[in-house]
T-cell receptor
Framework: RKEVEQDPGPFNVPEGATVAFNCTYS??????FFWYRQDCRKEPKLLMS???SGNEDGRFTAQLNRASQYISLLIRDSKLSDSATYLC????????????FGSGTQLTVLP | DAGVTQSPTHLIKTRGQHVTLRCSPI?????VSWYQQVLGQGPQFIFQ???????GRGNFPDRFSARQFPNYSSELNVNALLLGDSALYLC?????????????FGDGTRLSIL
């Protein structure tokens, strides 16, 4: 079993749609959680951290369920510029800065 | 301010050769991590260095080595290159080793093995 598993993609949605990505992690000792965004042939960029109480940043909402070891990302009112691969990332307790990435979910927002 | 810089941007090597990749962290960042990303997968952790000491190592063979210099820049070395080493190699820096601190990635070095 992979340490971090994400929804299989790709997701193709029209502009203005709401889309949700899910992610599960296997290690209950995981301590920090993030969503990164990666454009084609570019480096990953931090989209947002994920907190236990859930958090929102504009059109983006992240949720964490520690009991189910589940993370989600909701994008409302999708824009063409949201087209990218979204990577679910966890950091194990005690593993310093070692980030464990999921394989990513590709999103294409269509005009 | 300059972000994380990596060099070279692209590199073509043949099997059996060795390669050195370089990374300069964001000014003030003391932690550097290296990741390998093969096509269609997420980045996979190789090494983490902090204050010139290795703080973490992923599941990679001994052909992979790294070091960090007093100015916090870092090198990743790969010996006896294999076709499977073809990947995007990413360097990330952060202020320290706290798990909640964001990592900032460089543009990466795209390594192709022929």
């Amino acid at each position: 079993r992979k340490e971090v598993e994400q929804d299989p993609g790709p997701f193709n949605v029209p502009e203005g749609a709401t889309v949700a990505f899910n992610c599960t992690y296997s290690n209950s000792a995981s301590q920090s959680f993030f969503w990164y965004r990666q454009d084609c042939r570019k480096e990953p960029k931090l989209l947002m951290s994920v907190y236990s109480s859930g958090n929102e940043d504009g059109r983006f909402t992240a949720q964490l369920n520690r009991a189910s070891q589940y993370i989600s990302l909701l994008i409302r009112d999708s824009k063409l510029s949201d087209s990218a691969t979204y990577l679910c990332v966890v950091n194990l307790a005690g593993s310093a800065r070692q980030l464990t990435f999921g394989s990513g979910t590709q999103l294409t927002v269509l005009p | 301010d300059a972000g994380v810089t990596q060099s070279p941007t692209h590199l073509i090597k043949t099997r059996g050769q060795h390669v050195t990749l370089r990374c300069s962290p964001i000014s003030g960042h003391k932690s550097v991590s290296w990741y390998q990303q093969v096509l269609g997968q997420g980045p996979q952790f190789i090494f983490q260095y902090y204050e010139k000491e290795e703080r973490g190592r992923g599941n990679f063979p001994d052909r992979f080595s790294a070091r960090q210099f007093p100015n916090y820049s870092s090198e990743l070395n790969v010996n006896a290159l294999l076709l499977g080493d073809s990947a995007l190699y990413l360097c990330a820096s952060s202020l320290g080793t706290g798990g909640g601190q964001p990592q900032h990635f460089g543009d990466g070095t795209r390594l192709s093995i022929l």
